[in-house]
Nanobody
Framework: VQLQASGGGLVQAGGSLRLSCAAS????????RGWFRQAPGKEREFVAA????????KYADSVKGRFTISRDNAKNTVYLQMNSLKPEDTAVYYC???????????????WGQGTQVTVSS
């Protein structure tokens, strides 16, 4: 599965952004999808994940109540709606895919390229 992320940019604190990640090549049917982020000087961390059906989601504590992950399987695309953004959300955001639910949150098989999100104070 090839993944292409988009939607990053510069936004003021309190603002919103929506990231998208489209899958191509081999179908992602049955794959769980997720988002990770990596801030400068820090390790990559899990942000959010959603099952193939969309019925189950998981969020890092730091983004609960502010970020929402969703997917449109007809478009092979997963979204990350980010509201109430904070400067500490600044990072490169990566999308991911894996047929295994646990793996998509810890060590996914497929990665997209990153998209930069910068939140100014």
């Amino acid at each position: 599965v090839q993944l292409q992320a988009s939607g990053g940019g510069l936004v003021q604190a309190g603002g919103s952004l929506r990231l998208s990640c489209a899958a191509s090549g081999r179908t992602d049917r049955g794959y769980a999808r997720g988002w990770f982020r990596q801030a400068p000087g820090k390790e990559r961390e899990f942000v959010a994940a959603v099952t193939w059906s969309g019925t189950n989601t998981k969020y890092a504590d730091s983004v609960k109540g502010r970020f929402t992950i969703s997917r449109d399987n007809a478009k092979n695309t997963v979204y990350l709606q980010m509201n109430s953004l904070k400067p500490e959300d600044t990072a490169v955001y990566y999308c991911a895919a894996d047929p295994r639910w646990v793996a998509v949150m810890s060590g996914p098989r497929s990665w997209g390229q990153g998209t930069q999100v910068t939140v100014s104070s």
